[in-house]
């Protein structure tokens, strides 16, 4: 496989994502390893990354799926902590198997690893319950950094990418006229303070900085959100607010 996987988002210094975070003094603190369920249809590459997380004294894969199909048996019977997960596959695809594994793996999470850099691609995934997105390119060091940042509670999604939501978010404004037919649950002012920022891809630690307030208060705030609105991860929560006419990003 070698060591190019490239880089996971934009904020490899900043803890929620990339080789130079602190998700590795985070997962620390874990008693057991997390547990991570690998599903791609290529077996070289499935065994390429069982070899880098071996390595991970905090990370055990505790399976391997070929399709989407064999994923969502594998997920029921390992109920894996994380799933990465190609998107494209033979039998059942990677984001058709989401909401699948969602329902026989609730707390399962998701991170879709593709070479798919379609902007409809990702917002399925997203949709299907996906809390990660990132590319092939990225390096090998970043795979587990990436697997530690999300079993934290944290979306992951590769730079190019993010730029490609948010384009997409602004696509959804302009052509959307359907009325909302029950009121959208009511976010106080400091829930949407927080997802403003988590919408223009900001993470935990720099929204705390920029709100002058703990980073485990703005954990609960996207936890409020997300309870709120019945929505499993952060980038969920900004697609819903976009098509809710919640907020706007300019």
Known sequence: ???????????????????????????????????????????????????????????????????????????????????????????????????????????????????????????????????????????????ATAIRAVADGQSQISPSMASKLLTEFKSMIQRTDERRLVPAPRLTDRELEVLKLVATGMNNRDIAKELFISENTVKNHVRNILEKLQLHSRMEAVVYAMREKILEIR
């Open 1 to 143: 496989m070698g060591d190019s996987f490239g880089p996971v988002r934009g904020d490899a210094d900043d803890g929620e994502g990339g080789a130079g975070g602190d998700d590795r003094a985070v997962s620390v603190t874990r008693k057991e390893p997390i547990r991570v369920l690998v599903v791609d249809d290529h077996a070289l590459f499935r065994r390429g990354l069982e070899i880098v997380l071996a390595q991970e004294e905090d990370i055990q894969v505790v399976g391997e799926a070929g399709d989407g199909a064999e994923a969502v048996d594998k997920a029921a019977d390992l109920l894996p902590d994380i799933v990465l997960m190609d998107v494209r596959m033979p039998k059942r695809g990677g984001i058709e198997a989401c909401t699948s594994i969602k329902e026989v793996a609730p707390s399962a999470k998701i991170i879709m690893l593709t070479i798919s850099d379609e902007e409809a691609d990702l917002y399925d995934a997203i949709k299907a319950g996906a809390t990660g997105y990132l590319l092939k390119e990225i390096s090998t060091d970043e795979v």
